[in-house]
């Protein structure tokens, strides 16, 4: 049974910074492309950034030079660090995994996390 757990989330002022982290278990880590998402109340989930197993990289244009995606396979995790952070992103955080090539369609996902709040205060 796969599983991802999400953690990290919280309370922050604008300009401040925080990490997710997603720890994994029931799959391979080491071949999973792993992704993070957000979701804000009446919007699509979005993609933030995507991490495969050949160390490609992905950010969505508005979190370019702020965030960064990073994974620690020996530990089965995957992490998202947010700088400079803002209130419009303010949302629930998601980790998703699947295996095979990296993509920024949701619905190509197979396992996602439960979410964690994030809030940006002005």
């Not at 991802?4 to 029931?26: D, H, M, T, W």
């Not at 999973?32 to 009446?42: D, E, K, V, Y």
């Not at 709040?117 to 002005?122: A, D, K």
């Amino acid at each position: 049974q796969v599983q991802l757990i999400e953690s990290g989330g919280g309370l922050v002022q604008a300009g401040g910074s925080l990490r997710l982290s997603c720890a994994a278990s029931g799959l391979t880590f080491i071949w999973s492309t792993m992704a993070w998402f957000r979701q804000a109340p009446g919007t699509e989930r979005e993609v933030l950034a995507i991490s495969d197993s050949g160390g490609y990289a992905y950010y969505v244009e508005s979190v370019k030079g702020r965030f960064t995606i990073s994974r620690a396979n020996a530990k089965n995790t995957a992490y998202l660090q947010m700088n400079s952070l803002k209130p419009e992103d303010t949302a629930v955080y998601y980790c998703a995994a699947r295996t095979g090539f990296s993509t920024a369609k949701n619905y190509e996902y197979d396992y996602w996390g439960q979410g964690t709040q994030v809030t940006v205060s002005s």
